[in-house]
């Protein structure tokens, strides 16, 4: 089943910050973030193992609560490149490593 | 290095004729998945290979479809007597053996079928 995001898009600018959420109805082993920007292919960003880890690099960062089984990805102080949609992919385990991917939340971030 | 390359990036064809679909995963990459996105949509799994096992073929969806992968490295994606609604961008991505299993995507492959 299809995990669900929210918001599907939000606006704002530069400098502001921004969350996106991602809930699944079935116990997750993997949480995956990517970007994808128009005509472009999607662009990995991080991964998130159950156990509840938070992890993040410069100004993104993301959270894995297993025990509601949501992922929520954290933009701060954001930057027009940041602009694109951003999905999340679910993994139900090691073993079977296909992704089912959200439907997508739309950021735009305007100068 | 090289990421993940597909071809043709971008494929015309009429409804009911056969077509093919090449990706070509990161070097030492074992694991190749497919994936379909429609316009404006999420991706939707197609089908997954690791290594010499067989393959996860549980999100193809007609049989149509098939897949295949030649020595653990190149995969070619065939739809059979296409129909408009296989109109849609195919993704390929490929990932290590070992967790987390990170999947890195290609550009794609815009298919349109008339």
């Known amino acids: 089943q299809q995990p669900v995001q929210s918001p599907q898009a939000v606006i704002l600018r530069e400098g502001e910050d921004a969350v996106i959420n991602c809930s699944s109805s079935k116990a997750l082993y993997s949480v995956h973030w990517y970007r994808q920007k128009h005509g472009e292919a999607p662009i990995f960003l991080m991964i998130?193992?159950?156990?509840?880890e938070q992890k993040g690099h410069d100004k993104i960062s993301a959270s894995f609560n297993e025990k509601k089984q949501q992922s929520s990805l954290y933009l701060t102080a954001s930057q027009l490149s940041y602009s694109g949609t951003y999905f999340c992919?679910?993994?139900?385990?090691?073993?079977?490593?296909?992704?089912?991917f959200g439907s997508g939340t739309q950021l735009t971030v305007l100068p | 290095g090289a990421g993940v390359s597909q071809s043709p990036s971008n494929k015309v064809t009429e409804k009911g004729k056969d077509v093919e679909l090449r990706c070509d995963p990161i070097s030492g990459h074992t694991a190749l998945y497919w994936y379909r996105q429609s316009l404006g949509q999420g991706l939707e799994f197609l089908i997954y290979f690791q290594g010499n096992s067989a393959p996860d073929k549980s999100g193809l969806p007609s049989d149509r479809f098939s897949a295949e992968r030649t020595g653990g490295s190149v995969s070619t994606l065939t739809i059979q007597r296409t129909q408009q609604e296989d109109s849609a961008v195919y993704l390929c991505?490929?990932?290590?053996?070992?967790?987390?299993?990170?999947?890195?995507f290609g550009p794609g492959t815009r298919l349109t079928v008339t």
């Open positions: 992919g679910t993994g139900l385990s090691g073993s079977a490593r296909q992704l089912t």
């Open positions: 991505a490929s990932s290590l053996e070992l967790a987390p299993y990170e999947q890195y």
């Open positions: 998130l193992l159950k156990g509840g």
